[in-house]
């Protein structure tokens, strides 16, 4: 398509290195820079781009386009994803039991996020004003803003492993900040997005389509998609 693209490492978590989606989300933002750099000295100068991902990489990706944006050295322009979880409200994530009003449901849901924030979370707090403060760090629908990027994003009805539900409060934020986005919706999907082709490849030229509309200068040259 033209553009310059680069792929991004992460650590992955293990019991030893305890890895989260915070300290994961850290990386991504201290290896943007690089990026920019790496393509500089290749002799891609790079003014502005755009960043995508899916599953994990697509709640990467929208905690740098909704947190980080501001200190990104260059302008980002656009952000696409497909199934990544944008929120950890316990009610939700069904598939795994978390909405069970239990103490083993309560306790299974503290442990389950606070490894993906890397932190220990009370149980008691949950579905508190102080978990949502909490939680924050790593909830992308909670950084939307009315100065978000415009956003293309997909989500399929029977996902288990990101669940379906959890979806519904980025669709919701964008919309109530007037957001530009497109949001595909595919009823017949799971996590690993093998169905419904044509809902599929309509998702993927509404990211085409954006990928042009927003990172392109007249040549396209100058415009990198992460």
């Known amino acids: 398509q033209g553009y310059v693209a680069a792929g991004i490492n992460y650590t992955l978590r293990t019991d030893q290195n305890g890895a989260s989606v915070l300290s994961q989300s850290i990386e991504i933002k201290s290896a943007i820079p690089e990026v920019v750099k790496a393509a500089e000295a290749a002799g891609y100068p790079i003014r502005n781009m755009a960043i995508g991902g899916g599953s994990a990489g697509g709640?990467?990706?929208?905690?740098?386009?909704?947190?980080?944006?501001?200190?990104?050295?260059?302008?980002?322009?656009?952000?696409?994803?497909?199934?990544?979880?944008?929120?950890?409200?316990?009610?939700?994530?069904?598939?795994?039991?978390?909405?069970?009003?239990?103490?083993?449901?309560?306790?299974?849901?503290?442990?389950?996020?606070?490894?993906?924030?890397?932190?220990?979370?009370?149980?008691?707090?949950?579905?508190?004003?102080?978990?949502?403060?909490?939680?924050?760090?790593?909830?992308?629908?909670?950084?939307?803003?009315?100065?978000?990027?415009?956003?293309?994003?997909?989500?399929?009805?029977?996902?288990?492993?990101?669940?379906?539900?959890?979806?519904?409060?980025l669709v919701q934020a964008l919309k109530e900040n007037h957001v530009p986005y497109e949001y595909f919706e595919l009823p017949h999907y799971g996590h690993g997005l093998q169905n419904d082709s044509r809902i599929y490849r309509m998702y993927m030229d509404a990211v085409k389509e954006g990928l042009a509309k927003y990172l392109d200068d007249g040549d396209g040259k100058d415009a990198d998609a992460e």
Not at 66 to 81: G, N
Not at 82 to 97: L, M, N, T
């Open 59 to 169: 709640t990467l990706a929208m905690l740098y386009a909704f947190r980080d944006a501001k200190v990104a050295p260059v302008p980002l322009r656009f952000l696409f994803e497909a199934v990544g979880p944008s929120s950890f409200e316990r009610k939700d994530w069904h598939s795994y039991g978390l909405d069970k009003d239990t103490p083993e449901s309560r306790a299974a849901a503290a442990g389950l996020f606070g490894i993906m924030l890397g932190q220990k979370i009370d149980p008691s707090i949950l579905d508190t004003p102080e978990y949502h403060d909490v939680i924050k760090p790593i909830s992308g629908y909670m950084w939307v803003t009315p100065d978000s990027v415009p956003t293309v994003i997909a989500y399929g009805t029977h996902d288990k492993v990101c669940p379906f539900d959890s979806s519904r409060h």
